[in-house]
């Protein structure tokens, strides 16, 4: 059976498949544009995902112009491709992810084409999706003619400026056809391509006048699509230029373009424009100096760069500097250009700052000595000094005492004031010159800093100030009620989670820093509470009355580990409320689920009953305690709702066993006196029941036997209780109409049955 459902189904799909369908863009589906280069790879994309859960996908195809190249039955899962693809094997598909994709290897120009993908679904419509994919074929390079029709390849010229550069770009084939545009550098200079007369090319002609801005190399770029950058083939025009500018700057060595004697100084000529590269040669007062460093050139930028190290002495003073830029391919006369400077030598003080005594360069403890001495060589003599401290100079009589203007500044016990950027500056005629600064720091133990212990969230920070900084932290630390605990760390941070013992109550803390220099002469201390990192009172809670008891029901409170939940009760003297018990509270996960994604999950607690004046408190715990219990009260409802009914009383503990002594007390009477009754009919004869035909005078007999004396034959009948041989006055009258109650049955003669038939009984 099922091998035929799978023949039929493949039947089905084959008739599909080489139905005449045609599609219609825009009407049919719509239809997206690709483009493709020839030879390479294309990707199809088809949205075969179902619209609803219960819908599946049944049949997918894939057209080329209305004829299907490829199809996928879903149903018995087989797939078909066109012999055209299939012989080459160009298809590929992937049917994993969605979209569903069809790639089409190898591409050639009868590729292009307008493909459709047809979906067919069990429940839902047909989707159909175009795709119109063009095939790219891109240009051939580019080549150059000149003007007289001769092939030219990487460089053309030479040239000289103001020459006209004509030149032709022709590109071969391409589809569609390229773009010819010529650019000079990045700048473009001409874009008139057009067809040539040669078939399937294309040609754009350039007339170029040569300047020295459009001397960078030309360059010719096809291009028919954005899927690859244009094809670019350059050509470099080699043009003859002379230096347009040459400039000399000081790199180093001077001050306010002023060079100081003896000391080095380097300069720099820079040559701009020229080509080919030119010779830098520098002059010093019509002297030619060799002592420089080679020249460089940059053929992009068409710069050349040379320095020169000059030690100038003073009788340099005035002298001129030269540096003269010469094009050798061009002819005399326009071949160079020079740029000059004239030296100004000058010897203004050198000055220097050194520490004097042992210890490191920058560094003093707190108490010891400091002297700093200003270290000048100048010419002519210096004429005075001057110190400064963090950029302001220093007074007399202040905290370096008097002595301020010599070479030496002297302090004889050093405080942390003193800790700063220290300078001097020595002045002559020529000028002053300032030293660079030197930093001096001044070491001392470490201290408290305002309250000397904080709580940054859930550490304790020891808050000091040192020099340097310390490097360890003793800790004591003691709950209340506790023994101290004694921790020692690396940095000033001590997180609350390496304190043992319960945090609820106040903590005493105190620290100590230690830096190398001194030990901390006085510790810090503080006494801690940590109200703040309890957990807030829980806003949002509600009662309830689920599973025959109320409940607290919140939405949990942030910081919060564990949550507890209190009855409270109105005391005796209705004067306060008193807590009557306590309980912890968990989370409602099912519930919470039940609510669905995105809601906050509930953490619930049992109340037990609740009466009328009761309330019922929420609080949010953790290590450091709990918040305020947020208190409610039941409504009416809510206590209405939880009034028992009155059968509930029969199930409460002490009813239920007095009712049950009653049952079991029955029982055990009505079973000993029906164990008795059937014990004592065993040991009676059966009755005996004879029924007879009456006649008439038998009847009117009987039915006057009331009034006759009867006397009961034992030869009959047994003489009972209710058949006695009394008179007829004591005998009971027969009343035939009364029926006998249950609980007054009396025990009928042993040799007469009750029966329907009672009165014919003998």
């Not at 120009?109 to 047909?126: E, I, N």
């Amino acid at each position: 059976m099922d091998h035929r459902m799978r023949v039929t189904a493949a039947l089905i799909g084959f008739m599909i498949i080489s139905s005449n369908y045609a599609f219609i863009p825009g009407t049919d589906g719509p239809v997206l544009a690709q483009e493709a280069l020839e030879g390479g790879n294309i990707t199809l994309f088809c949205d075969s995902t179902t619209d609803t859960p219960n819908d599946e996908l049944m049949l997918l195809v894939w057209y080329k112009d209305n004829l299907p190249v490829y199809s996928y039955d879903a149903r018995i899962s087989s797939e078909w491709s066109s012999s055209s693809f299939n012989a080459s094997h160009r298809l590929r598909t992937d049917l994993t992810k969605q979209p569903t994709s069809l790639t089409i290897t190898k591409l050639r120009g009868d590729d292009q084409a307008l493909y459709h993908c047809r979906v067919d679904f069990l429940l839902a419509p047909t989707r159909n999706i175009g795709v119109n994919v063009t095939i790219i074929v891109l240009p051939s390079q580019p080549f150059f003619l000149d003007e007289v029709g001769n092939k030219v390849e990487g460089k053309i010229g030479p040239y000289h400026e103001g020459d006209t550069l004509v030149l032709s770009c022709l590109v071969i084939g391409g589809r569609p056809p390229p773009r010819i545009s010529w650019y000079a550098g990045n700048d473009l200079v001409d874009a008139s391509d057009g067809i040539s007369d040669i078939p399937n090319v294309r040609e754009n002609e350039l007339y170029l006048p040569l300047t020295r801005d459009n001397a960078n190399s030309l360059s010719c770029r096809a291009s028919n699509t954005q899927l690859r950058p244009p094809v670019v083939t350059t050509l470099n025009v080699e043009l003859y230029l002379p230096a347009y500018n040459v400039s000399i700057n000081w790199v180093s060595g001077t001050v306010r373009e002023a060079l100081r004697a003896g000391q080095q100084a380097t300069v720099r000529c820079v040559a701009h424009g020229s080509y080919p590269p030119p010779e830098l040669s520098w002059w010093l007062d019509h002297r030619h100096l060799t002592q420089h460093s080679n020249q460089s050139w940059s053929n992009a930028t068409r710069k050349a760069e040379s320095f020169l190290e000059l030690t100038p002495a003073v009788s340099d003073n005035g002298g001129t500097l030269a540096c003269v830029a010469t094009n050798t391919a061009l002819a005399p006369g326009r071949d160079s250009k020079a740029d000059i400077v004239i030296l100004y030598v000058t010897y203004s003080p050198i000055v220097e700052i050194t520490k004097l005594g042992d210890g490191r360069l920058n560094e003093v403890s707190e108490l010891d000595s400091l002297q700093l001495e200003c270290e000048v060589k100048a010419n002519p003599p210096v004429e005075n000094f001057t110190w400064y401290f963090n950029d302001i100079e220093i007074r007399p009589n202040s905290l370096w005492g008097s002595d301020v203007f010599s070479p030496t500044l002297s302090v004889e016990e050093v405080t942390r004031r003193h800790a700063g950027r220290y300078s001097c500056s020595a002045r002559n005629s020529v000028g002053e010159t300032r030293a660079e600064s030197i930093s001096i720091s001044v070491l001392y133990p470490p201290e408290c800093i305002e309250r000397g212990i904080i709580l940054v969230k859930e550490t304790l920070k020891c808050v000091v100030k040192a020099l340097p900084p310390p490097d360890t932290f003793f800790w004591h630390i003691q709950p209340l009620d506790e023994d101290v605990q004694h921790l020692t760390t690396g940095s000033p941070i001590l997180p609350l989670t390496q304190i043992t013992g319960t945090l609820s109550r106040s903590l005493d803390v105190s620290c100590e820093a230690g830096n190398g220099i001194a030990s901390q002469e006085k510790p810090c201390k503080r006494v801690f509470t940590f109200d703040l990192l309890r957990p807030s009172q829980p806003q949002q809670c509600d009662l309830a009355y689920e599973y025959e008891e109320f409940q607290m029901r919140c939405i949990p409170v942030e910081n919060a580990t564990y949550y507890e939940v209190s009855v409270w009760r109105m005391s005796t003297s209705n004067a306060s409320l008193v807590l009557e018990r306590r309980g912890s509270m968990g989370y409602g996960t099912s519930q919470a689920l039940a609510q669905g994604e995105g809601l906050p999950w509930l953490v619930r607690g049992p109340l037990g009953n609740l009466r009328v004046g009761d309330e019922a408190g929420a609080s949010a715990c953790n290590r450091y305690g709990c918040s305020s219990a947020l208190l409610l009260r039941p409504t009416d409802n809510l206590l209405h709702a939880a009034e028992a009914p009155w059968w509930k009383f029969l199930l409460e503990r002490d009813v239920g066993i007095s009712i049950g002594v009653v049952v079991l007390v029955a029982v055990f009477i009505l079973s000993s006196a029906l164990v008795y009754r059937l014990a004592r009919r065993s040991r009676t004869k059966p009755p005996v029941i004879q029924v007879l035909q009456l006649d008439d005078v038998a009847r009117d007999y009987l039915d006057t036997i009331g009034e006759h004396k009867v006397r009961a034959s034992c030869s009959l009948r047994s003489c009972s209780s209710g058949y006695s041989d009394g008179s007829a006055e004591t005998a009971p009258a027969i009343d035939r109409q009364r029926k006998p109650r249950f609980w007054s049955w009396e025990t009928p003669p042993p040799d007469v049955t009750l029966t329907l038939h009672r009165e014919s009984a003998v």
